[in-house]
């Protein structure tokens, strides 16, 4: 009896423990936003000549100046497209080599595995100036494509890994059946594979996304105007006349509601997501 | 799961290898041909050979900055791992709660680098900036545009803030495949907090730390934008770290020849440490029986 009551009695502490942890990371986290924000929603003299902790008077002029004007708004565009671009590209190719790295096994695949890997630990800086040249060379610099190509370099090796993960949970039997059944390969894959690792495949464009959507260096080195990404808009702010404070956090605000929304979609999965499949 | 052996497996990697030898294995060579080669402009090129490796080796500013590097990697994996851990044990376990947890922790990972960058820099700015503002008028002597220790510690909190969510999630993914029956067994057995971690938790979260440990690396040790955005690489050179170098190096001073020496010596860097990693990782996988 003393033992159960000693036992709840530490029981209490440790959940409200949990939540002053959470609370304090939480706070932690979100902290450094919320400046942002209050800072996207102030005139720029209430920014610099007095400092509050939030807006004396609310203004979403800053937000109208980004909407309006073009030169802004493409540069989400921009990013939208090639982000697009690139998951489509990276699934394409990743699905069948992650059905194959789970399923067979064949001459060199292990090192094979390995050296896609390595692509994803290639520092953009290696690559920024090949890159530059080499799509210049063909005629692809400031596009989109270019961007989603060069973004696959790191973004497939992590598809293949992610889907090969998710592949493995799926039992072998269900391949076979089908085979017997007389579905042929591609059909049996676009017909009864993809639906099995439905999620896996979420998860794999939720990375895919965060991965392209967050890279500055290969976007901003292969585009000037046509495909300029927003991220690299916002190094403009930085003008002669001083940085437009309030723009350029309004700018960061704005780059930050695409990603809330892809999180809001996949929150399900995001645990699983983040275990590559591997629990 | 036993695989059984299909050469024609092979069919089904092409589209990959296609891919990625036009976006990896292209750009790689051309790296290896500046790095063998010297120029004076008009694309005039002739042999070099081992030069730009030894002028390399041999060069203090790449040792300065790989110094740099290895020592903000080490601290903030040392700091990253351990918290993520410890959240991810306090976080919820399911409920709305545990929902709100995960997409709030997973906000700062889903923001440009450079937007991460600009968010610092305006958070530790004494006029303008909460924190730096705060610490001001707590009588700190807090700049980190002029102030070394100040520039390194804004970069780290930066890092900490950024990343811990990813080892936490991973960590929280790995404690929530924990069979409920391993806990009533350990209670049971009247095992304490401290042996509950470490016996049942820890192994079974290992898995998947090795991928945090991984990625946390790798991203640690190509960091680029956010301290450039902040810092710019300084005060002098204190937060240049390689790739800030390099970018420096290639695409500021067009010294294509040491740029390319150093990125392969960067990049083969990165592979062996990270090929130790991924050793260690398959036999994990291999020791649970995947």
Redesign the interface.
């Known amino acids: 009896m003393s033992d159960r009551a000693k036992k709840s009695g530490m029981a209490l502490p440790k959940i409200n423990g949990s939540a002053v942890v959470m609370g304090l990371y939480l706070l932690f986290l979100l902290l450094p936003i919320y400046w942002l924000l209050t800072m996207s929603l102030k005139t720029n003299s209430e920014i610099l000549n007095s400092f509050t902790l939030w807006p004396q008077n609310l203004t979403f002029d800053n937000y109208m100046t980004i909407l309006t004007d073009p030169s802004w708004y493409t540069g989400y565009l921009n990013s939208m497209a090639y982000v697009v671009m690139n998951m489509v590209i990276s699934l394409a190719v990743a699905l069948p080599a992650a059905y194959a790295f789970s399923r067979y096994t064949f001459l060199g695949d292990k090192h094979l595995f390995f050296w896609l890997l390595t692509n994803r630990m290639a520092p953009p800086a290696v690559f920024a100036l090949p890159f530059f040249q080499l799509y210049s060379s063909i005629g692809l610099f400031d596009t989109h494509i270019a961007v989603a190509l060069a973004h696959a370099l790191f973004n497939v090796p992590l598809a293949v890994w992610i889907l090969e993960g998710f592949m493995r949970g799926v039992p072998k039997e269900i391949d076979e059946t089908a085979y017997i059944d007389g579905y042929s390969f591609p059909r049996f894959f676009i017909r009864i594979f993809t639906p099995l690792v439905a999620s896996g495949i979420g998860v794999t464009a939720f990375f895919l996304f965060m991965f392209s959507w967050v890279e500055l260096l290969l976007s901003r080195t292969l585009t000037s105007v046509n495909a300029k990404p927003i991220a690299a808009t916002m190094t403009r702010t930085v003008g002669a006349a001083g940085i437009d404070w309030g723009v350029l956090a309004a700018a960061g605000i704005l780059t930050i509601i695409p990603g809330a929304l892809v999180i809001y979609f996949v929150r399900n999965y995001i645990a699983k997501g983040f275990a590559l499949g591997r629990v | 799961?036993n695989?059984?052996?299909?050469?024609?497996?092979?069919f089904?990697?092409l589209?990959?290898l296609v891919?990625?030898a036009?976006?990896?294995v292209?750009?790689?060579m051309?790296?290896v041909n500046y790095s063998v080669q010297d120029t004076f402009g008009k694309n005039e090129f002739f042999w070099a050979g081992l030069e730009w490796f030894e002028e390399m080796l041999g060069s203090q500013r790449m040792w300065d900055a790989l110094g740099r590097q290895i020592t903000f990697s080490a601290i903030i994996l040392a700091i990253e791992i351990p918290l993520g851990i410890?959240?991810a044990?306090?976080?919820?376990k399911k409920g709305f709660w545990a929902?709100l947890?995960?997409?709030?922790?997973?906000?700062?990972?889903?923001?440009?680098?450079?937007?991460v960058g600009?968010?610092?820099q305006?958070?530790g700015r004494v006029?303008?900036?909460?924190?730096g503002?705060t610490l001001a008028a707590m009588g700190i002597d807090y700049n980190y545009t002029q102030n070394p220790t100040a520039a390194w510690i804004t970069v780290i909190v930066m890092d900490v803030?950024h990343w811990t969510?990813?080892v936490a999630?991973?960590a929280?993914?790995?404690l929530?495949?924990i069979p409920d029956a391993y806990y009533q067994a350990a209670k049971i057995d009247q095992a304490n907090r401290w042996k509950v971690f470490r016996f049942i938790e820890l192994p079974k979260i290992m898995?998947?730390l090795m991928?945090a440990i991984l990625l946390r690396f790798?991203d640690s040790?190509?960091i680029?934008?956010e301290p450039f955005v902040v810092t710019g690489g300084g005060p002098g050179n204190a937060t240049t770290f390689?790739?800030?170098d390099?970018?420096k190096m290639?695409?500021g001073q067009f010294d294509?020849g040491p740029?390319a020496a150093f990125?392969i010596m960067?990049?083969l860097v990165?592979?062996l440490v990270?090929?130790v990693f991924?050793t260690v990782m398959t036999n994990l996988?291999k020791r649970d029986g995947?």
């Not at chain 2, 695989?3 to 092979?10: E, G, P």
């Not at chain 2, 044990?89 to 919820?92: G, I």
């Not at chain 2, 947890?101 to 937007?115: E, K, R, T």
């Open positions: 799961m695989k059984t052996v299909n050469q024609k497996a092979w089904l990697i589209p990959v891919l990625v036009f976006s990896a292209i750009p790689l051309t790296v410890f959240v044990l306090n976080m919820p929902s947890c995960l997409v709030l922790m997973s906000l700062p990972l889903l923001i440009p680098w450079n937007v600009t968010i610092w305006i958070f006029d303008i900036g909460l924190l503002h803030w969510s990813l999630l991973l929280y993914a790995g929530q495949s898995g998947v991928i790798m040790f190509m680029y934008t390689l790739s800030i390099l970018v290639a695409l294509l740029a990125s960067y990049y990165i592979l990270s090929y991924y996988d995947h």
